[in-house]
């Protein structure tokens, strides 16, 4: 496991969050580890960014390189 999901199951353990919680942070925690693959041929040299959440939040970033 990573270091990331160990504090969460930490802060379980303490008591300082619920088991509710614990899964809410554990499942976004996960979903940001998907990598979106970036294509890049000479017409379109932009780094392109997406990230789509579970709850619906949905952020898209054209950086030109």
Avoid at 36 to 52: G, Q, R, S
Avoid at 55 to 65: A, F, K, S
């Amino acid at each position: 496991m990573n270091e990331e999901v160990m504090r969460v199951l930490k802060m379980l353990e303490e008591g300082k969050i619920d088991s509710q919680k614990a899964g809410e942070l554990i499942e976004v925690l996960n979903a940001t580890k998907k990598i979106v693959p970036v294509t890049a041929n000479n017409a379109d040299k932009t780094l392109k960014i997406k990230v789509n959440s579970s709850t619906g939040d949905n952020v898209n970033v054209n950086i030109p390189v």
